[in-house]
């Protein structure tokens, strides 16, 4: 299944990675949106994000060693949205704290934004669903029972 998601990451305190080929990366504490893409695999890759026991093999691997994964948006689709979804983000005021973070693979200065707050968050959730429209969508919240075993796409439903 291919797709297209958002991670929701809630960095409780400030921290520097070394993140790769762009070096010493600062990052404050807050809430983060990172936006990706998994045209082979969408709920094998959403599974490998929120799992703590992994190789650390992306940038995001990096920042989610450190920070916990609150939740995941996810749209089945074709089309990667990942490029345009992290610039509507920056556009609504997400802030890109390092640039390059997730996006060495097209023309975008990053797919990483950070949100002021979580009025923030409430915006960028609701233009999620617009965009996602009538495709198959959904959103994954994280508690202390839930692990990456226990993931599954499950469609959103209003009501829920």
């Known amino acids: 299944m291919r797709g297209s998601y958002i991670l929701v990451i809630d960095l409780a305190e400030s921290l520097s990675l070394e993140v790769g080929r762009l070096g010493t990366c600062h990052f404050p ?24 026991d992994k190789k650390l093999h992306w940038h995001i691997d990096r920042l989610t060693a450190s920070a916990r994964i609150s939740e995941v948006w996810w749209l089945v689709s074709g089309e990667r949205w990942e490029c345009r979804w992290a610039e509507a983000i920056a556009r609504m005021g997400g802030e890109a704290v390092a640039r390059g973070f997730g996006s ?52 959103y439903l209003p009501d829920e």
Do not use: P
């Not at 504490?29 to 703590?52: D, K």
């Open 104 to 155: 060495s693979d097209c023309r975008c200065s990053t797919h990483l934004l950070r949100l002021e707050n979580e009025a923030g968050l409430a915006e960028t959730r609701e233009r999620f669903y617009q965009d996602a429209g009538a495709g198959r969508h959904g959103v994954w919240v994280a508690d202390e029972k839930q692990n990456s075993q226990s993931f599954a796409l499950r469609e």
């Open 29 to 52: 504490a807050g809430l983060y949106l990172y936006c990706g893409s998994a045209m082979n695999g969408l709920q094998g890759r959403i599974r490998r994000h929120i799992r703590q």
